[in-house]
Antibody, heavy 117, light 110 residues
Framework: EVQLMESGGGLVKPGGSLRLSCAAS????????MIWVRQAPGKGLEWISS????????HYADSVKGRFSISRDNAKNSLYLQMNSLRAEDTAIYYC??????????WGQGTLVTVSS | NFMLTQPHSVSESPGKTVTISCTGS????????VQWHQQRPGSAPTTVIY?????PSGVPDRFSGSVDSSSNSASLTISGLKTEDEADYYC?????????FGGGTKLTVL
């Protein structure tokens, strides 16, 4: 069964850093683009970054550009999100999702990031 | 910036039909690039409509989507409402290479 499992969330102080991981299984990870989407408490979904199959094409939402960095390791079937200079407004559940053609056909269960002093 | 606007909430009775709208702020929504995502309370999102009107495997045919490019809007229609359909629904499209989500619509089935 196709699975995406996020990890790495937790409590971090403002200005701190955190690295999220998304472990993929039961499919050819290198054949799919991937995205990160977050959801602040009680709020809607917000796309924050996408990465192509090879990692050559990367895009960010303005809200995280310059602070967050997406990457992937196809040999390890893993997607990453390096988050620096974290702010209170980055507090959210972070989901990774597989992109089938132009739509997210599998979503992970999410990992919670809390930015607070 | 391109935005997608949805009603904040809708409600309907079991067995009835409900339609949720999604309007783009500019340009023209392309049907093959409109998705709808369902998020039940406490759960991760799942995609119920892609490409404007396509259902992923496992999504019942009670769910249907449409896009009207002339009015720059998309719609999600759920017929034969069940209590399990109660969830937040998000439309999603693209602004060049950037993904854009609507603000979400809370569907109450009562």
């Amino acid at each position: 069964e196709v699975q995406l499992m996020e990890s790495g969330g937790g409590l971090v102080k403002p200005g701190g850093s955190l690295r999220l991981s998304c472990a993929a299984s039961a499919f050819t990870f290198s054949s799919y683009s991937m995205i990160w989407v977050r959801q602040a408490p009680g709020k809607g979904l917000e796309w924050i970054s996408s990465i192509s199959t090879s990692g050559l094409y990367i895009h960010y939402a303005d809200s995280v550009k310059g602070r967050f960095s997406i990457s992937r390791d196809n040999a390890k079937n893993s997607l990453y999100l390096q988050m620096n200079s974290l702010r209170a407004e980055d507090t959210a559940i972070y989901y990774c999702a597989r992109v089938g053609s132009t739509w997210p056909d599998r979503w992970g269960q999410g990992t919670l990031v809390t930015v607070s002093s | 910036n391109f935005m997608l606007t949805q009603p904040h909430s809708v409600s309907e009775s079991p067995g009835k039909t409900v339609t949720i709208s999604c309007t783009g702020s500019s340009g023209s929504l392309a049907s093959n690039f409109v998705q709808w995502h369902q998020q039940r309370p406490g759960s991760a999102p799942t995609t119920v409509i892609y490409g404007g009107n396509q259902r992923p495997s496992g999504v019942p045919d009670r769910f249907s989507g449409s896009v009207d490019s002339s009015s720059n809007s998309a719609s999600l229609t759920i017929s034969g409402l069940k209590t399990e359909d109660e969830a937040d629904y998000y439309c999603q499209s693209f602004d060049a290479n950037l993904w854009v989500f609507g603000g979400g619509t809370k569907l109450t089935v009562l």
